[in-house]
Nanobody
Framework: QVQLVESGGGLVQAGGSLRLSCAASGRTFSTYEMGWFRQAPGKEREFVAGISWSGSRTFYPDSLKGRFTISKNNAENTVYLQMNSLKPEDTAVYYC??????????????????????WGQGTQVTVSS
């Protein structure tokens, strides 16, 4: 069982940066693959970034590569999302998610919501123009 709590959201001007944190409970956090998703009003939840259990592999949609960076600190039971050059269209509720170790299956399915067993409550990010 893993519980996830996101923090770090807020209001930022376009072009600014934010770093989101996701603190996880549970002794087996290091064995979990992690992901960040976001959901804007009236839109479906979408994949933002994923990271393997060890932190050695990361995944992003092409639209966000170069602006967003995911990282994982197993010693601190925390996963981060660094967001740079923010745009108004990045405005959304951002969710952290975890799935048990999946190996190569994760490498091809990291963007699938159904892969993740645990979700945080979300943190609001608002980017003003």
């Amino acid at each position: 069982q893993v519980q996830l709590v996101e923090s770090g959201g807020g209001l930022v001007q376009a072009g600014g940066s934010l770093r989101l944190s996701c603190a996880a409970s549970g002794r087996t956090f290091s064995t979990y693959e992690m992901g960040w998703f976001r959901q804007a009003p009236g839109k479906e939840r979408e994949f933002v970034a994923g990271i393997s259990w060890s932190g050695s592999r990361t995944f992003y949609p092409d639209s966000l590569k170069g602006r967003f960076t995911i990282s994982k600190n197993n010693a601190e039971n925390t996963v981060y999302l660094q967001m740079n050059s923010l745009k108004p269209e990045d405005t959304a509720v951002y969710y952290c998610a975890a799935c048990p170790y999946s190996g190569s299956y994760f490498y091809t399915n990291y963007a699938s919501l159904s892969l993740y067993d645990y979700w945080g409550q979300g943190t609001q990010v608002t980017v003003s123009s």
